[in-house]
């Protein structure tokens, strides 16, 4: 997917490049919605979130962003988890970054009983600065996914280097078999194999002027090899390639040490909430 000069982002400040993140976190969950027969998404002035329809996991139902007036903190809150309630939803998450407000929403969804899940680092990357080689550890072999047995591959790395639920993962399969596996779509899997055997998974979102970087999953068994730096690198390179300038993502705790080693640098935090029901 080739973007427009227009369309690209170059600005590296941190303010222009969290933006950038939020808003390619929010176009992949709807590209994902949209794709799922019992998913919502739902999208205006005061609020981004969406529901699969699926209780097998809480990321699979978000609150993405809101801003709400100081003084409607409450009333907001209590609107959207009604929401969640209509549909049975008793497992979810609530994203709070600097694209959501009031500065005090992460105290006011405690005070409603969300319990603070996670805080992961938001972070850019110019990609103007990757070095041209990349060091693919011996016997793994990257390979980008150009059909439904690629997509298989792929999700079988996914669902078993992040260690979940085979029913989760296979909700962004279906999602991901609906959308394009052409040269030019915006997204782009990857997966590491060794002697043929799926270890490794990567995603690329190619949106909101940046490449989001998504799903980089390593076996338990294959870790501190350099699998994931270097499937990272492959998709970032071809990224390049295609004229992207900025690649984002939010870090993981096992991943943080490996894209600051890339050249990633924090731009913003995003802190997840979650209703505290089991996940």
Known sequence: MTPSSSAVLSDLSGETAAAALDANVVELWRLICASLPDAEFHEDAEATWFITGSAVAPWLNQVLRVD??????DRGIDGLLAQFARRGVESMFW??????GPSHLGARLEARGLLRASSMPGMALDLDALADGVDVPAGVAIERVRDAAGLERWVRAYID????????GRILHDAYAQQSLADDAPLRHYVG???GCAIASATFFLSAGVAGVWHIG???SER?????AAMTLAGLRDA?????RVATLYASELGL????RLGFRECNEMVQYSTGHDS
Do not use: Q
């Open 218 to 220: 390593t076996l338990a």
């Open 161 to 168: 280097g992040f260690e979940m639920e085979e029913a989760a």
């Open 95 to 100: 994203s709070v970054s600097s694209s959501s």
């Open 193 to 195: 194999l060794i002697d």
């Open 240 to 244: 390049r390639t295609l004229g992207y």
């Open 68 to 73: 709400f007036a100081p003084d409607a903190v």
């Open 257 to 260: 040490g490996v894209y600051r």
């Open 224 to 228: 501190r090899r350099g699998i994931g």
